[in-house]
């Protein structure tokens, strides 16, 4: 026990440095406080009889802050400098980098890269990265563990509970990640881009989607430049282990999603948060306006019109308040092109289309529906009728008269149905059965009369002799 108190000096146990490892090995960058909320969101429900926020922070946070330093203890951690706000920041070390692909199952080269310094100006972007992988996950608190806390507390939970679910869980994100324009993936030539977040959540219909998170710091011609990087990358091709050469992106991430069916690059979402001086709605605009050339689809007019996006890049745009305030499921995304805002996974397809291919369909259905109804009209106003009963023949004997097929035996009464036929051919057999009978009467008639002529020569010559 002595030992293991050494070790862990700060008293964690395995399942909250577990937490920090698997948070940090995907954010690369975190403090305490954003831990605490994505590993175990019912702690934000306590504590709440704490004098000030900060205080209730402290305690609420105070579990992974000790797993924390018992894994900095360990040399699997580092103290990564402060926010503006004065929140430790933590990162991994090379060896905290391998012990979080173990807790996450993932390969080394999945890990991705480490940031360098994210606290010397105060992490602002890696944090608001985090606040967006937060707000999109929505961790939902287990309702039994603030079981006895205030009414106030309990009833926030509830909401937090009720409240409509978010995408993928923290094992769904990576970071870190780079897409090689050039070179290999752990190898990435200059110029690759390296989104800010990954998700992949086939689960939740997102295969895959790239996220760029921006301060409202970088001017939108930088932004915009990111997705010729996008591009080039979508387009870049090689062999998979199959033999058979496709787009790059596909050799990684296994794709069978509505947006592919069109040959439409994955999706990039950009997240504006309003820390710098540029308007968050207008930088998206102007970003709008720069990359028209990748996002633009083609008008196709039938069946109500929609457009379709082959070679292009769906770039959509929110505001880290809307994401928090509506999450994924709610209207929050503007999708560059179209008017107004969607849910996420409206703005990252094309419900347009959708809906006119089903249109589509429908309509080939009832035409199909119209032209089998005419081809059965056709053929029942082909139907032979009884020669005898007037009735129409059934498809059996329809098919036992029809003279094109010579592997049928022939039958006796085509123009008959088969009933009547049943009754023509009792008759014929009937009166063949009667000729035989008047045969055989006229034969015996015709042998007794030759035999009384026979008997009557025969007496008339017995007669002439005497």
């Given at each position: 026990?002595?030992?293991?108190?050494?070790?862990?000096?700060?008293?964690?146990?395995?399942?909250?440095?577990?937490?920090?490892?698997?948070?940090?090995?995907?954010?690369?960058?975190?403090?305490?406080?954003?831990?605490?909320?994505?590993?175990?969101?019912?702690?934000?429900?306590?504590?709440?009889?704490?004098?000030?926020?900060?205080?209730?922070?402290?305690?609420?946070?105070?579990?992974?802050?000790?797993?924390?330093?018992?894994?900095?203890?360990?040399?699997?951690?580092?103290?990564?400098?402060?926010?503006?706000?004065?929140?430790?920041?933590?990162?991994?070390?090379?060896?905290?980098?391998?012990?979080?692909?173990?807790?996450?199952?993932?390969?080394?080269?999945?890990?991705?890269?480490?940031?360098?310094?994210?606290?010397?100006?105060?992490?602002?972007?890696?944090?608001?990265?985090?606040?967006?992988?937060?707000?999109?996950?929505?961790?939902?608190?287990?309702?039994?563990?603030?079981?006895?806390?205030?009414?106030?507390?309990?009833?926030?939970?509830?909401?937090?509970?009720?409240?409509?679910?978010?995408?993928?869980?923290?094992?769904?994100?990576?970071?870190?990640?780079?897409?090689?324009?050039?070179?290999?993936?752990?190898?990435?030539?200059?110029?690759?881009?390296?989104?800010?977040?990954?998700?992949?959540?086939?689960?939740?219909?997102?295969?895959?989607?790239?996220?760029?998170?921006?301060?409202?710091?970088?001017?939108?011609?930088?932004?915009?430049?990111?997705?010729?990087?996008?591009?080039?990358?979508?387009?870049?091709?090689?062999?998979?282990?199959?033999g058979i050469e496709k787009p790059l992106w596909r050799t990684r991430w296994?794709?069978?999603?509505?947006?592919?069916?069109?040959?439409?690059?994955?999706?990039?979402?950009?997240?504006?948060?309003?820390?710098?001086?540029?308007?968050?709605?207008?930088?998206?605009?102007?970003?709008?306006?720069?990359?028209?050339?990748?996002?633009?689809?083609?008008?196709?007019?039938?069946?109500?019109?929609?457009?379709?996006?082959?070679?292009?890049?769906?770039?959509?745009?929110?505001?880290?308040?809307?994401?928090?305030?509506?999450?994924?499921?709610?209207?929050?995304?503007?999708?560059?092109?179209?008017?107004?805002?969607?849910?996420?996974?409206?703005?990252?397809?094309?419900?347009?289309?959708?809906?006119?291919?089903?249109?589509?369909?429908?309509?080939?259905?009832?035409?199909?529906?119209?032209?089998?109804?005419?081809?059965?009209?056709a053929r029942e106003a082909r139907r032979p009728v009884c020669a005898d009963?007037?009735?129409?023949?059934?498809?059996?004997?329809?098919?036992?008269?029809?003279?094109?097929?010579?592997?049928?035996?022939?039958?006796?009464?085509?123009?008959?149905?088969?009933?009547?036929?049943?009754?023509?051919?009792?008759?014929?057999?009937?009166?063949?059965?009667?000729?035989?009978?008047?045969?055989?009467?006229?034969?015996?008639?015709?042998?007794?009369?030759?035999?009384?002529?026979?008997?009557?020569?025969?007496?008339?010559?017995?007669?002439?002799?005497?």
């Open positions: 026990m002595a030992s293991k108190r050494k070790a862990n000096e700060a008293g964690s146990s395995n399942d909250l440095r577990g937490d920090v490892l698997r948070v940090l090995g995907v954010l690369k960058v975190a403090t305490a406080d954003q831990i605490q909320r994505l590993c175990l969101p019912h702690l934000t429900y306590r504590h709440t009889t704490k004098p000030t926020a900060a205080k209730q922070k402290e305690a609420r946070t105070a579990s992974h802050r000790a797993a924390a330093n018992d894994l900095r203890r360990q040399g699997q951690l580092l103290d990564g400098g402060r926010t503006k706000r004065g929140e430790e920041v933590r990162i991994l070390t090379a060896a905290g980098l391998a012990a979080a692909g173990l807790e996450l199952g993932r390969e080394p080269e999945e890990m991705g890269g480490m940031p360098k310094g994210a606290g010397s100006s105060g992490a602002s972007h890696p944090m608001t990265v985090n606040e967006t992988v937060i707000a999109l996950i929505r961790p939902k608190p287990n309702l039994d563990l603030v079981t006895g806390e205030p009414p106030e507390a309990v009833a926030a939970a509830q909401a937090a509970a009720r409240a409509p679910d978010g995408i993928g869980t923290l094992a769904s994100y990576a970071t870190e990640v780079a897409l090689p324009v050039k070179g290999t993936w752990k190898n990435p030539a200059i110029g690759s881009a390296r989104p800010d977040v990954v998700l992949t959540a086939p689960e939740a219909d997102v295969p895959l989607l790239f996220i760029e998170v921006d301060n409202c710091t970088e001017d939108a011609v930088l932004i915009a430049a990111k997705f010729d990087k996008y591009a080039r990358f979508f387009k870049r091709k090689e062999k998979d282990t199959d296994d794709v069978s999603a509505p947006w592919w069916y069109d040959q439409v690059h994955p999706p990039v979402l950009l997240v504006f948060h309003q820390v710098g001086k540029r308007p968050a709605l207008g930088q998206m605009k102007k970003v709008a306006d720069l990359t028209r050339r990748h996002w633009e689809g083609q008008r196709y007019d039938g069946y109500g019109g929609y457009h379709r996006y082959p070679g292009c890049i769906p770039i959509v745009a929110t505001t880290l308040p809307w994401l928090r305030e509506h999450g994924p499921t709610g209207p929050a995304f503007w999708r560059f092109g179209r008017q107004g805002r969607q849910p996420l996974l409206e703005a990252i397809s094309n419900p347009r289309q959708d809906a006119a291919l089903a249109r589509q369909r429908a309509a080939e259905r009832e035409r199909e529906r119209r032209r089998a109804e005419q081809e059965a009209a009963c007037s009735r129409k023949f059934s498809d059996d004997r329809w098919k036992a008269v029809d003279r094109r097929d010579w592997s049928l035996p022939r039958q006796s009464h085509p123009r008959l149905c088969e009933d009547c036929q049943s009754r023509a051919v009792a008759v014929e057999q009937q009166a063949e059965a009667d000729e035989r009978e008047r045969q055989e009467q006229e034969r015996l008639r015709q042998e007794s009369e030759e035999q009384a002529a026979a008997q009557k020569a025969m007496s008339w010559f017995s007669r002439f002799r005497t």
